[in-house]
């Protein structure tokens, strides 16, 4: 009888004991996942900009090698300075398309965010790990250049090519992007602004070309 009663107490105490671990790790599964679902409606948004870049670009523009869209297609000026300075902005819309859509054949881990967009949740862990890739991202470099490069012998023409790209240059110093603890809602801004300011340049191209073809 004693020996029963050991054996019910010792069941009971493993029961509770298992109810116990079960909890701590059910409340710590829900404690630290974020739910991202209405954040990821912001996709649309960013969707929308990546096609129009996509239709733009390939519009004016011609395969090169391994590039799709490599250079203006059909396309000299007198000014070869624009010309070039027009092409330069070409491969950098290209790269930055490709590093947001890359499946990692080009790029490792390109654009990690989008594992995300058909998530319920996030970890705590996994968005400190998202905010360190983004962080490290170097799309929007690139544009960083058009200010010490000769741009054309217009003062006009230069100065445009200055608003447009400066605009990157400018968002990329907003504190939104130099917050190294960003949630979730803020990464996913972040990109729709990137996006949608290169489909700007790639808009500019096209206006560019059809103006002087």
Same mark, same amino acid.
């Given at each position: 009888?004693?020996?029963?009663?050991?054996?019910?107490?010792?069941?009971?105490?493993?029961?509770?004991?298992?109810?116990?671990?079960?909890? @701590?790790?059910?409340?710590? %599964?829900?404690?630290?996942?974020?739910?991202?679902?209405?954040?990821?409606?912001?996709?649309?948004?960013?969707?929308? &900009?990546?096609?129009?870049?996509?239709?733009?670009? &390939?519009?004016?523009?011609? %395969?090169?090698?391994?590039?799709?869209?490599?250079?203006?297609?059909?396309?000299?000026?007198?000014?070869?300075?624009?010309?070039?300075?027009?092409?330069?902005?070409?491969?950098?819309?290209?790269?930055?398309?490709? &590093?947001?859509?890359?499946?990692?054949?080009?790029?490792?881990?390109?654009?990690?965010?989008?594992?995300?967009?058909?998530?319920?949740?996030?970890?705590?862990?996994?968005?400190?790990?998202?905010?360190? #890739?983004?962080?490290?991202?170097?799309? *929007?470099?690139?544009?960083?250049?058009?200010?010490?490069?000769?741009?054309?012998?217009?003062?006009?023409?230069?100065?445009?090519?200055?608003?447009?790209?400066?605009? @990157?240059?400018?968002?990329?110093?907003?504190?939104? *992007?130099?917050?190294?603890?960003?949630?979730?809602?803020?990464?996913?801004?972040?990109?729709?602004?990137?996006?949608?300011?290169?489909?700007?340049? #790639?808009?500019?191209?096209?206006?560019?070309?059809?103006?002087?073809?």
């Amino acid at each position: 009888m004693k020996r029963k009663k050991k054996v019910i107490i010792i069941g009971i105490g493993i029961i509770v004991l298992l109810s116990s671990i079960l909890s @701590i790790v059910i409340y710590n %599964a829900n404690y630290n996942s974020i739910d991202i679902q209405q954040a990821n409606k912001g996709w649309t948004i960013y969707d929308k &900009s990546i096609t129009n870049i996509k239709e733009n670009m &390939s519009i004016i523009t011609e %395969a090169d090698g391994d590039f799709e869209w490599g250079s203006l297609k059909d396309f000299e000026i007198e000014d070869k300075d624009y010309e070039k300075t027009l092409n330069s902005l070409v491969a950098s819309v290209r790269m930055c398309y490709l &590093s947001y859509t890359d499946d990692g054949t080009l790029y490792t881990n390109a654009n990690p965010i989008r594992e995300y967009r058909n998530k319920k949740t996030i970890t705590k862990t996994e968005l400190k790990e998202l905010n360190y #890739s983004i962080d490290n991202e170097k799309c *929007f470099n690139m544009f960083t250049q058009y200010n010490s490069l000769f741009i054309s012998h217009s003062e006009e023409l230069t100065n445009e090519v200055y608003n447009i790209t400066n605009k @990157i240059i400018d968002l990329k110093a907003n504190d939104l *992007f130099s917050n190294h603890e960003a949630t979730y809602e803020e990464l996913l801004l972040r990109k729709i602004l990137e996006v949608h300011l290169v489909e700007d340049v #790639s808009e500019y191209l096209v206006k560019e070309y059809d103006r002087l073809k």
